[in-house]
C-alpha cells in the first residue's frame, strides 16, 4: 500500500503565499507522475497542476497559470505546489496524487483516474 501525505495548507490572506508539500510512502513502488487536485465547496474536482517525471512536463489549469508552480522529486516520490498570488476563489480542500502505473503517451496526468493513490487533503483557505 502507498500512503500520501499532504502538508503546508492554512489560511492566507488574498495576494499572499502557500507552498503544499506531498510525500508517497509505503511499499516499494515507483511513480511515473504526480499532480494536485482541489475541490472546492458545491464544486467538482478539478486538476490544479500535474508532473510528469519522464521529460520533466508540467501542466496547470488556466485559472493557476503565472501563480502556481509545481515541482518534485521523483527518487523521493515527493511533490510540491508553489501557491502565489493567492485570491478567495483558490479556497478549497487540495489533494495530491500519485500514479504507480506505467504511464504512456496518452496519459496527460490531468484527470483523476489516471492516478491511483491520493492523499488526505489540506485546506487552503484564502480570505480577502
Known amino acids: 500500500q502507498v500512503q500520501l501525505v499532504e502538508s503546508g495548507g492554512g489560511l492566507v490572506q488574498a495576494g499572499g503565499s502557500l507552498r503544499l508539500s506531498c510525500a508517497a510512502s509505503?511499499?516499494?513502488?515507483?511513480?511515473?507522475?504526480m499532480g494536485w487536485f482541489r475541490q472546492a465547496p458545491g464544486k467538482e474536482s478539478e486538476v490544479v497542476a500535474a508532473?510528469?517525471?519522464?521529460?520533466?512536463?508540467?501542466d496547470y489549469a488556466d485559472s493557476v497559470k503565472g501563480r502556481f508552480a509545481i515541482s518534485g522529486v521523483n527518487a523521493k516520490n515527493t511533490v510540491y505546489l508553489q501557491m502565489n498570488n493567492l485570491n478567495p476563489e483558490d479556497t478549497a480542500v487540495y489533494y495530491c496524487a500519485a500514479r504507480t502505473r506505467p504511464a504512456y503517451s496518452g496519459t496527460y496526468f490531468t484527470k483523476g483516474y489516471e492516478y491511483d493513490y491520493w492523499g488526505q487533503g489540506t485546506q487552503v483557505t484564502v480570505s480577502s
Open positions: 508532473i510528469r517525471w519522464s521529460g520533466g512536463r508540467t
Open positions: 509505503g511499499r516499494t513502488f515507483s511513480t511515473y507522475g
